[in-house]
């Protein structure tokens, strides 16, 4: 029987405009899409969500290798609150999961400047019964030990559990633990999966 709900935050709860955000700092569209590719796909990214590097070292650092756009990247990693858009239907669903006797959690990776700044006002956050946040760790997903302390720290177990997450290799790792999984392709994906969630729960009662 699934009791616990745990959700990735990006790309599920909320969805992003990297691109758009990096283009608000003066650059054409296809000038910010390339760089902003090669920053996400650099190291130093992962290194922020794990909480071993900070807001100014991320632009000092990208500065550096981005000499010519140092100045946008600095606007763009100084204005997080330009980099993503809400999903409140989805958190009127996860409030409505809640009160019927889901337990909730979040399982992600993110940096604190950004975390904090992405949740905040965030419906969802007044629903949880806990979370694992990756720069509070040291620890991202796909590594099992993210998963392993989420499971630990609130007592879960792994059978009473459905996580819903993005990436495919996010959900592979859950579902090498015994997770029930659910890889979230879409806003309209999300949507459906929990109102069908709902739906059961209320044929159940």
């Known amino acids: ?23 608000d700092t003066g650059l054409d569209m296809e000038t910010a899409k390339k760089v902003f590719n090669e920053m996400f796909l650099n190291p130093l990214w992962v290194e922020a969500d794990a909480g071993t590097k900070q807001q100014d070292e991320l632009i000092v650092e990208f500065g550096k290798m981005f000499p010519s756009y140092a100045g946008n ?18 958190w009127e669903k996860i409030h409505r999961l809640k ?14 400047f950004l975390f904090d700044i992405h949740t905040k006002g965030a419906s ?3 629903d949880i019964d806990g979370k694992v946040v990756s720069y509070e760790i040291h620890q991202v997903k796909p590594d099992r030990g993210i998963y392993e302390t989420l499971l630990n720290r609130f007592s879960l177990k792994p059978e009473e559990c459905i996580f819903f997450d993005d990436r495919k290799e996010n ?14 392709e879409s806003r309209d994906h999300i949507n459906k999966v929990l109102s069908d969630l709902i739906e059961e729960k ?4």
């Open 1 to 23: 029987m699934i009791k616990n709900l745990i959700f990735d935050v990006g790309n599920v709860l909320l969805e992003y405009r990297w691109v758009e955000a990096l283009a």
């Open 73 to 90: 990247i600095k606007e763009f990693i100084m204005h997080g609150e330009r980099m993503h858009l809400p999903r409140p239907e989805v």
């Open 99 to 112: 009160e019927k006797g889901y337990a909730i959690y979040l399982l992600s990776n993110y940096s604190k």
């Open 124 to 126: 969802f956050m007044d």
């Open 171 to 184: 959900t592979d790792t859950a579902k090498e633990l015994g997770i029930k999984t659910c890889t979230i």
């Open 202 to 205: 209320d044929h159940s009662l």
